[in-house]
């Protein structure tokens, strides 16, 4: 392993001298929602950028926001806003915390289109995921056992859902782990008494896309944050983007950059 | 010299699996060992409960294991009628032309991607097994059965006609020298002669069946509880560690938690292993074939 390290240094060394030295590089880090969206656009806007060099790292929300208090990243990547402390303790350090909002995440919550049940409230979802209600007859439905779907616990949708439908709660031990989307709604497609939940831009005809709290779930609601079960996704910066960071963040909000956003499975901003 | 080289360059290839070998065993158990620092071995091992991400995270793998194992045994009661019931008509049944059709063909199985068999079950025997049953879902253990259980046929087969052709023989001639008929010879004397070889076939087909991944992760269901059935979906060991590795983060907790999953199932299939290369070593040393 060490060996490999050292001669990736040896090579990025040798590169490096290779290559004039005006190559700019930025580093992003945190939020693993995020991280498919930056790493997708860093990608893409290399190929468009020579001498470009945008690192980016996983690590989750907190942490990300810890290194750009710390000055140590360019950009922070994050599925929440920075918290009252976080911003205090970046202005401490001399740092004015920007948030750039570039997406906006949306969980649907599906059911098979042989269920009578199409509105529920984010508590009735809730009680549903963690245990407290499993018949369908206890939430407005015909008298069937509640086959519970959820996505495996490692995967940014579940994150979210956790966060935003669960209040953090546990989901019940015997829901059925899905390892994509896809497989959810699939899933759900083919069990009649199934509910699921998936990214907005995995639904399809299939399945039956409830409304939550008695908002239908959308590109508009999702928008506008009238939709229970959304949220959305920042990137922060420490003061106005400038330099390469600013391209970057351009880039995103761009159309092609928006477009990542929806190929990722999120709710682009336009 | 020209030899000697030939000689070193044949060694070191020989050896590669062996280095091979003791690199990811070592990997596995450095990377697997940390996880006990958090939790005890036997809590792991025999905990309930599989949060791995939730805070505070719970590490208890009893219901993946549980998984793994009634899949298997399921797997075991599918593939070993067919496989030794097929090996058996090959070598008993057919013309050496017949023989010579019909085994490539089921060897054939055993060349179709685990995908495509996930598929199978996800489309084919899921809504099967929903309407037969009036399950709420097909997604179940029994489902991973029949699937992993056809798609070791192959290998019981084979290795099982193997045994068959090893028995002697003059062993048959014998049997009908005292006037056995073809029943009795095959019951009394083919298959407890070829017994330990069909063991052998069958723990290795277990072995293929308990570290399959791609099929279980489709079809089993996925569900981290304890089954008292086998129509309850179900979470094995490689499913758990297929779907959860590429997103936990490196050097957590979580992360260290599948690869000590790993660790436990590398030495189930190492156990199988040894005790079929017991088993057929006494296989060889009755029939008198060799040490």
């Known amino acids: 392993m060490k060996f490999f390290t050292r ?106 289109h042989s269920n ?55 989901v019940r031990a015997d829901a059925l782990l899905q390892a994509s989307n896809q497989a959810v709604a699939s899933t759900v497609a083919q069990t009649p008494d199934a509910i699921g939940y998936v990214g907005l831009g995995y639904v399809t005809s299939s399945v039956k896309a409830l409304d939550v709290d008695g908002v239908k779930a959308s590109r508009e609601t999702v928008l506008n944050g009238r939709y229970p079960i959304s949220r959305p996704l920042f990137m922060y910066t420490n003061g ?31 | 010299m020209k030899e000697r080289i030939y000689r070193i360059i044949f060694t070191v290839l020989a050896f590669s699996s062996l280095i091979f070998l003791i690199g990811i065993i070592a990997i596995l158990f450095k990377e697997g060992l940390p996880i006990f620092k958090k939790v005890g071995f036997l809590s792991f091992l025999f905990g309930r409960a599989w949060y ?8 208890g793998i009893l219901p993946l294991i549980a998984a793994s194992a009634w899949v298997t045994a399921g797997a075991v009661l599918v593939c070993v009628p067919l496989g030794v019931g097929s090996a058996l008509c090959l070598h008993e049944l057919f013309s050496e032309k017949q023989r010579a059709v019909l085994k490539p063909v089921i060897e054939i199985l055993a060349s179709i991607p685990s995908v495509v068999y996930g598929f199978f079950g996800m489309m084919i025997v899921t809504p099967f097994l929903q309407n037969v049953f009036h399950l ?17 046929v192959p290998t019981v087969c084979s290795l099982s006609e193997d045994a068959l052709s090893f028995v002697p023989k003059s062993f048959r001639e014998a049997s009908y020298a005292v006037g056995a008929d073809r029943w009795q010879t095959l019951t009394r004397v083919v298959l407890p002669a070829a017994g330990s ?36 979906p179900v979470r094995p060991m490689t499913a758990a560690i297929a779907a959860e590795m590429g997103e936990a983060p490196m050097a957590s907790d979580h992360y260290h938690a599948l690869f000590a999953i790993a660790m436990v199932l590398f030495l189930i299939t190492f156990f199988f292993n040894i005790v079929a290369e017991i088993v057929s070593r006494r296989f060889r040393i009755k029939l008198g074939l060799s040490g």
Request: hydrophobic share 45%.
């Open chain 1, 116 to 170: 009578g049940v199409s509105a529920l409230t984010k508590k009735q979802i809730r009680d549903i995921y963690t245990g407290k209600v499993s018949n369908w007859k206890d939430v407005g439905g015909s008298d069937a056992k509640i086959v519970v779907i959820s996505r495996d616990s490692s995967s940014g949708t579940f994150e979210a859902f956790g966060e935003l439908a669960l209040d953090k709660e546990k």
């Open chain 2, 52 to 59: 791995p991400t939730h805070s505070p995270p719970e590490f």
């Open chain 1, 7 to 112: 001669l990736g240094v040896l090579a990025s060394v040798i590169l490096g001298l290779a290559v004039p030295c005006f190559a700019e590089k930025i580093v992003i880090e945190g939020s693993t929602t995020v991280l498919p969206i930056s790493q997708r656009a860093a990608e893409v806007f290399m190929d468009s950028h020579a001498g470009a060099d945008i690192a980016v790292r996983g690590g989750g929300s907190g942490v990300g926001i810890a290194s750009l208090i710390d000055g140590t990243v360019d950009i922070a990547n994050a599925s929440r806003a920075m918290k009252d402390a976080e911003v205090q303790k970046t202005v401490d350090k001399g740092r004015t915390p920007k948030a750039n909002v570039v997406a906006m995440d949306g969980i649907c919550v599906i059911v098979n």
């Open chain 2, 197 to 232: 070889g069909i063991s052998t076939a069958v723990i290795l087909g277990m072995s293929r069946a308990i570290g399959e991944t791609m099929t279980v992760l489709m079809v089993a269901g996925g569900a981290a509880v304890i089954p008292h059935s086998f129509l309850e």
């Open chain 2, 136 to 152: 709420q879902t097909g997604l179940c253990a029994l489902n991973a059965s029949l699937v992993l259980g056809v798609m070791a």
């Open chain 1, 240 to 270: 106005q983007p400038k330099g390469l960071t600013k391209e970057f963040i351009d880039f995103i909000m761009s159309a092609e950059g928006q477009k990542i956003v929806e190929e990722e499975g999120f709710v682009g901003l336009k």
